[in-house]
């Protein structure tokens, strides 16, 4: 079994300079948490909704809603992506990209072709992988 079976896709993604404010809601919008980085169809990098969590202004530092939304906006998530994010290919053996998400604790892994972004692996495709097999 490799990971082309259960890799999901289209993948949502973002260009390098998608501001925070147009990420936030494509995450609420797919019901997703990771969102690859791409230039053209090239990945670059990985942001998650706990980077972007982290990377918000805090409510203690008294910022109003127009200065928050400033904030948010003249952010791009090249800022707090994770460059060069360990990747899998869809000949990877699932068992190597299921190890990889428990050894790594990662909560997924880009599938790539070459540099080109094709799919990504998920800790919910590993567990509809599980669920399958237990039915």
Excluded: C, W
């Excluded at 952010?75 to 990889?100: C, G, H």
């Amino acid at each position: 079994m490799q990971v082309r079976e259960y890799m999901s896709k289209p993948v949502y993604q973002v260009s390098e300079q998608t501001s925070l404010k147009e990420a936030v809601p494509l995450l609420g919008k797919h019901h997703i948490r990771h969102l690859p980085v791409t230039n053209g169809s090239r990945l670059v990098g990985m942001v998650t909704d706990r980077d972007i969590r982290r990377a918000q202004p805090g409510l203690l530092l008294g910022l109003g809603r127009e200065d928050y939304e400033q904030v948010l906006l003249s952010t791009p998530v090249s800022r707090i992506m994770t460059r060069e994010p360990v990747t899998v290919t869809e000949d990877t053996p699932l068992i190597d990209a299921v190890r990889l998400i428990v050894e790594k604790r990662f909560g997924s892994l880009p599938v790539v072709k070459g540099d080109e972004l094709v799919g990504i692996f998920t800790e919910i495709d590993a567990l509809k992988l599980l669920l399958e097999k237990l039915e």
